[in-house]
């Protein structure tokens, strides 16, 4: 039987700090080579991605996760080296053990040892990138690219990033909400505190501009989402001269949208809202938007039946379905396939001495063999 607490230690000693694969990838390569998966390096820009399949049959089943993490940060406060992947009271410590390597490592060993065991009447895939944590563009996207262009393709996936906000089972994520960000400047002419008749100040335009966003309620929730949320992140002047009227000034919002708008809706109100308020100050304003992830839903239906099915049996807590948190590779695999996020307690996730429950490892391989399981056997 392959070991998911085992395998975790070992991914978590790969210094797999974004974009670097720190021997990661390598590992998961000949592990699975090693055990029947045809394995594919599909690298792109700099990012190491795995592919690696089991079977030719049909239906498909894919697994999707990254073993890029974020910095460890101040070394001292870490209680154990954040690249050790020490056991202590029960819990695996280190940089990736909740955000995922230990997700990695469950649904690998489960595949490993699920079509070892009893061979499925079907086809595993798995899709493993190191760029998640990073710019996102080089590293699922490139497997699903290289996938089309091959003619892979999965019937349903299920990615293992960590969903439970602090009990095992208590959450499936069928969804995320959109994300995106818009970038102003404004912009005028430079003067004189004491004469401010002689300046254009772009300050009053972008404080109006910002408390009409800020005020503006986008909509009451959807079926699947909540309302959707519009962040002031940063204003930034860089004026050190209290006598100064600045030339220009910039500000940064972020928005997570529901289903009751798209990234066009949203641009095109920001635009009309940042040119009202530098029409109303004769000033300029200047709109950059960008957009990392649109909102998606997985519909309820068999599919999250069969993962609700297998936590409940594994772990005795129904899961509820829901659509909250930020955005995930599940937002690119959604035009791929239906798509549904489970893992473990995302509590300590990014933070100082990060780290996970083994028995939840364990447990979470369990309820990913179980569902294997009943989704190659279902009638």
Same mark, same amino acid.
């Given at each position: 039987?392959? =070991?998911?607490?085992?395998?975790? $230690?070992?991914?978590?000693?790969?210094? %797999?700090?974004?974009?670097?694969?720190?021997?990661?990838?390598?590992?998961?390569?000949?592990?699975?080579?090693?055990?029947?998966?045809?394995?594919?390096?599909?690298?792109?820009?700099?990012?190491?991605?795995?592919?690696?399949?089991?079977?030719?049959?049909?239906?498909?089943?894919?697994?999707?996760?990254?073993? =890029?993490?974020?910095?460890?940060?101040?070394?001292?406060?870490?209680?154990?080296?954040?690249?050790?992947?020490?056991?202590?009271?029960?819990?695996?410590? @280190?940089?990736?053990?909740?955000?995922?390597?230990?997700?990695?490592?469950?649904?690998?060993? $489960?595949?490993?040892?699920?079509?070892?065991?009893?061979?499925?009447?079907? /086809?595993?895939?798995?899709?493993?990138?190191?760029?998640?944590?990073?710019?996102?563009?080089?590293?699922?996207?490139?497997?699903?690219?290289?996938?089309?262009?091959?003619?892979?393709?999965?019937?349903?996936?299920?990615?293992?990033?960590?969903?439970?906000?602090?009990?095992?089972?208590?959450?499936?994520?069928?969804?995320?909400?959109?994300?995106?960000?818009?970038?102003?400047?404004?912009?005028?002419?430079?003067?004189?505190?004491?004469?401010?008749?002689?300046?254009?100040?772009?300050?009053?335009?972008?404080?109006?501009?910002?408390?009409?966003?800020?005020?503006?309620?986008?909509?009451?929730?959807?079926?699947?989402?909540?309302?959707?949320?519009?962040?002031?992140?940063?204003? =930034?002047?860089?004026?050190?001269?209290?006598?100064?009227?600045?030339?220009?000034?910039?500000?940064?919002?972020?928005?997570?949208?529901?289903?009751? +708008?798209?990234?066009?809706?949203? %641009?095109?109100?920001?635009?009309?809202?940042?040119?009202?308020?530098?029409?109303?100050?004769?000033?300029?304003?200047?709109?950059?938007?960008?957009?990392? @992830?649109? %909102?998606?839903?997985?519909?309820?239906?068999?599919?999250?039946?069969?993962?609700?099915?297998?936590?409940?049996?594994?772990?005795?807590?129904?899961?509820?379905?829901?659509? %909250?948190?930020?955005? /995930?590779?599940?937002?690119?695999?959604? =035009?791929?396939?239906?798509?549904?996020?489970?893992?473990?307690?995302?509590?300590?996730?990014?933070?100082?001495?990060?780290?996970?429950?083994?028995? +939840?490892?364990?447990?979470?391989?369990?309820?990913?063999?179980?569902?294997?399981?009943?989704?190659?056997?279902?009638?």
């Amino acid at each position: 039987m392959t =070991d998911p607490v085992a395998l975790t $230690a070992e991914l978590i000693r790969c210094p %797999s700090v974004t974009p670097a694969e720190g021997g990661a990838i390598a590992l998961l390569e000949a592990l699975l080579g090693g055990t029947g998966f045809v394995t594919n390096r599909v690298d792109r820009g700099g990012i190491a991605n795995l592919f690696a399949r089991w079977g030719d049959a049909a239906p498909v089943f894919g697994f999707n996760g990254h073993t =890029d993490v974020v910095p460890p940060g101040d070394l001292q406060a870490w209680k154990h080296d954040p690249f050790e992947g020490v056991i202590e009271n029960g819990a695996i410590h @280190g940089r990736g053990a909740a955000d995922m390597k230990s997700g990695v490592a469950a649904f690998v060993a $489960a595949a490993i040892d699920f079509v070892t065991l009893s061979p499925p009447d079907g /086809s595993l895939i798995l899709t493993i990138t190191g760029d998640e944590e990073g710019d996102g563009v080089d590293g699922t996207l490139a497997l699903l690219d290289w996938m089309a262009e091959t003619g892979q393709r999965m019937d349903h996936c299920l990615v293992g990033e960590p969903t439970c906000p602090s009990v095992m089972g208590e959450m499936v994520k069928i969804g995320r909400r959109g994300s995106l960000t818009a970038h102003f400047t404004a912009y005028g002419a430079q003067g004189h505190a004491a004469y401010p008749e002689r300046a254009r100040n772009p300050l009053p335009a972008l404080v109006r501009l910002l408390d009409r966003l800020a005020a503006r309620r986008l909509d009451k929730g959807t079926g699947h989402f909540d309302p959707s949320t519009l962040a002031l992140t940063t204003i =930034d002047t860089g004026n050190p001269a209290s006598n100064v009227i600045p030339a220009e000034a910039r500000a940064t919002v972020n928005i997570r949208f529901n289903d009751a +708008h798209t990234p066009a809706s949203l %641009s095109e109100w920001l635009e009309k809202e940042a040119d009202l308020a530098a029409a109303e100050f004769r000033v300029g304003i200047a709109t950059r938007i960008s957009v990392s @992830g649109e %909102s998606f839903v997985t519909e309820p239906g068999p599919f999250t039946d069969l993962v609700v099915g297998a936590i409940e049996a594994e772990t005795g807590v129904r899961p509820t379905l829901s659509t %909250s948190g930020g955005t /995930s590779d599940a937002r690119f695999v959604k =035009d791929h396939c239906p798509v549904v996020e489970f893992g473990l307690v995302g509590a300590t996730m990014h933070q100082v001495n990060e780290r996970v429950e083994v028995a +939840h490892i364990e447990q979470l391989k369990a309820i990913y063999t179980r569902l294997l399981r009943d989704y190659f056997t279902r009638k």
